[in-house]
């Protein structure tokens, strides 16, 4: 199917191409038709798959034809939020319409100005947004649409109060747009008192990709940061997020990768001030640098391109949070690779292990992403020390990594 085929506007056709959009995927052929229809719409479907741009076209359409006054997106976090309003003014753009933002971590004189001027669409987080409306600068019964981007994980971190009362202060006769990588408990209890007459979209099932590659290295906690280097060493020049559990360990991981002369490590985590972390998403998606250690507030969310490479240093809490970090690679159909690195004698570990670790002990390794063969040989290794030479080596405390592969 061709994007012209859903019923768009010229204008709106130009933007999509202007965006480098080729073809709809999957959720944006299902999506956009019934939100141009005006439907109520709970839209379940996997990171990456183009989630932003079917409901950004789709609100784009109804306000440019009045079908909509004004649209309001609540995101869970101030990165998506400046991404999705970046990508809906794009969109909306050949039309005339303008995006607003307002998000917490930056001044808030410097919205407060924002909202002064005419806007179609407003992206907020929810913390934000109720300042805004407290200060009378936002007035939620002039919206008529709204739509609700990464709800799920706008719960786990504790949105829930603040959705339930800005969706119970919008007008009653509106459009409700939810989107979500899952539906959980939470998610359920929103559709039920706010969206009781809302058509469902499922794409693909609630598991990874399969175009990701998974593999499991086991070792021991104290052998992590040597089979890190390693691993970076092998896949030099690949775009790497490393995932981590705590801001304090993102912090003391990228000092440890410097001090073994590892290049082009940024880092991203909640402590950081809105300016640096700006900064540090444009050089790793412009390539400056390469490999980024984050805590999860990179796993929801941020649309970087080409990261062919996910390394969980530390597991993910839930099988939730597994699938979303997984969901940075393979996006859009294109292949990835994940790592888990798995200690059982780590402090304080989580409950969950990430992914499905049914497979054979001391398994090949998969292709690396650049399509060569690692250098293993398929073998189990030990971690290499900092300079990556075979002398002197030691096995770890609990012998040699062992590996699985999904």
């Given at each position: ?8 506007s ?36 996997q ?25 309001l997106?609540l ?75 990464e ?28 989107f979500?990588?899952t ?14 007459n ?135 159909g294109?292949?990835g ?9 780590e ?9 499905n ?50």
């Amino acid at each position: 199917m061709k994007f012209i085929e859903l019923g768009l506007s010229g204008k709106t056709l130009k933007a999509i191409d202007a965006c480098g959009y080729t073809q709809p995927t999957e959720v944006q052929e299902k999506a956009i038709p019934k939100i141009l229809a005006g439907a109520n719409l709970v839209v379940r479907s996997q990171t990456g798959t183009g989630k932003t741009a079917a409901f950004g076209i789709g609100l784009v359409e109804r306000i440019a034809s009045k079908k909509t006054s004004k649209a309001l997106v609540l995101t869970p976090t101030r990165e998506l939020a400046m991404q999705v309003s970046a990508e809906i003014q794009e969109l909306g753009a050949k039309h005339g319409l303008k995006t607003c933002a307002v998000y917490g971590g930056q001044k808030i004189n410097i919205q407060l100005k924002a909202l002064e001027k005419k806007y179609n669409i407003l992206v907020a987080t929810p913390g934000r947004l109720q300042d805004m409306c407290k200060r009378r600068k936002i007035h939620l019964s002039s919206f008529n649409l709204i739509v609700l981007d990464e709800a799920d994980h706008m719960l786990d971190i504790g949105f829930q109060k603040e959705v339930l009362e800005i969706l119970s202060h919008l007008p009653p006769k509106r459009v409700t747009l939810l989107f979500s990588a899952t539906v959980d408990k939470g998610v359920k209890n929103i559709i039920s008192r706010y969206m009781p007459n809302s058509e469902f979209i499922e794409v693909g099932e609630q598991k990874i990709v399969s175009s990701i590659n998974e593999e499991h290295i086991e070792l021991s906690h104290v052998d992590k940061v040597s089979t890190l280097h390693r691993i970076l060493d092998e896949h030099r020049g690949v775009k790497t997020l490393i995932f981590m559990r705590t801001k304090r360990g993102v912090m003391k991981l990228k000092e440890k990768l410097i001090r073994r002369k590892v290049e082009g490590v940024g880092m991203l985590q909640g402590d950081m001030e809105q300016c640096r972390r700006n900064k540090v998403i444009s050089r790793f998606k412009d390539g400056t640098i390469n490999i980024l250690v984050a805590t999860n507030v990179a796993a929801r969310g941020l649309h970087i391109e080409n990261v062919d490479l996910i390394v969980n240093f530390d597991e993910a809490e839930n099988k939730e949070t597994h699938l979303h970090r997984v969901g940075r690679t393979g996006r859009m159909g294109a292949e990835g690779k994940v790592i888990n690195l798995v200690s059982h004698d780590e402090p304080r570990k989580p409950n969950y292990h990430g992914g499905n670790r049914q497979g054979k002990r001391g398994g090949r390794r998969g292709p690396s992403p650049s399509g060569g063969r690692s250098s293993s040989g398929g073998r189990n290794r030990r971690p290499s020390n900092s300079s990556g030479s075979s002398k002197g080596r030691r096995p770890s405390r609990s012998g040699r990594p062992k590996r699985r592969r999904r």
